[in-house]
């Protein structure tokens, strides 16, 4: 009898801590979340501790959730790029962003040049344009006059270095404004890459 006694304490303990632990445990899993998460920045990195996207404001004061180059997949391939800056706008290869009150998505390269950018202006007026490594080739949207306004309503496509329009202006006539639509194409031709230095001699 004395020799249980020792052993029934030590099974009552067991039981009266796992039971208190227990407690304390859906305690926990209750807990309500955090309503409110404040902080200057956010970043996601890989295994390696290379930074894939940032969510903050960038080196140009843009409000950005920013995605880099560099996954997981490219270490096993045996890539061991240095970790890159996505603070800096060159190192986004994609960016949702506000500027100002402006939206904006931009798409870039390797070497940081945009090749497509997405926003609104300032007259809250849909603008998409398409580049590649000479600049910009496609242009859809309004085409704001010599005084950009709120009032602007030409929209066209366009294809550069301005050889083709396609669109429709608007003109008022007797306090009426209407709208027309117009197609142009110009024969002459530019020099391409149409914004590089001639080095031909």
């Known amino acids: 009898m004395k020799r249980s006694m ?3 304490a030590a099974l009552l303990a067991g039981f009266v801590g796992g039971f208190l632990g227990a407690r304390v445990e859906s305690g926990r899993e209750g807990a309500s979340p955090k ?3 404040r902080a200057r920045s956010f970043e996601l990195i890989d295994e390696m501790g290379k930074p894939l996207s940032f969510w903050g404001t960038d080196k140009a004061q843009n409000a950005v959730l920013a995605f880099g180059s560099g996954w997981p997949e490219d270490t096993a391939k045996g890539r061991n790029d240095p970790p890159a800056d996505l603070t800096d706008p060159r190192n986004q290869r994609a960016a949702f962003g506000v500027l100002a009150d402006s939206p904006f998505v931009d798409l870039r390269g390797t070497h940081g040049e945009t090749r ?3 926003n609104l202006s300032i007259y809250q007026k849909p603008l998409l344009w398409m580049g590649d490594e000479t600049g910009k080739r496609l242009a859809l949207g309004v085409e704001h006059s010599d005084t950009p306004g709120p009032q ?7 294809f550069n270095p301005d050889r083709a329009w396609i669109g429709m202006f ?3 006539e007797g306090g009426t404004r209407y709208v027309r639509g117009f197609l ?3 024969k002459d031709k530019v020099k391409y890459p149409y914004n ?6």
């Open 196 to 201: 590089q230095p001639d080095t031909k001699h």
């Open 116 to 118: 497509m950018r997405l």
């Open 35 to 37: 309503q409110l998460i």
């Open 184 to 186: 142009s194409i110009s």
């Open 6 to 8: 020792p052993i029934l």
């Open 170 to 172: 608007s003109q008022s």
């Open 152 to 158: 602007d309503d030409d929209w066209h496509l366009v």
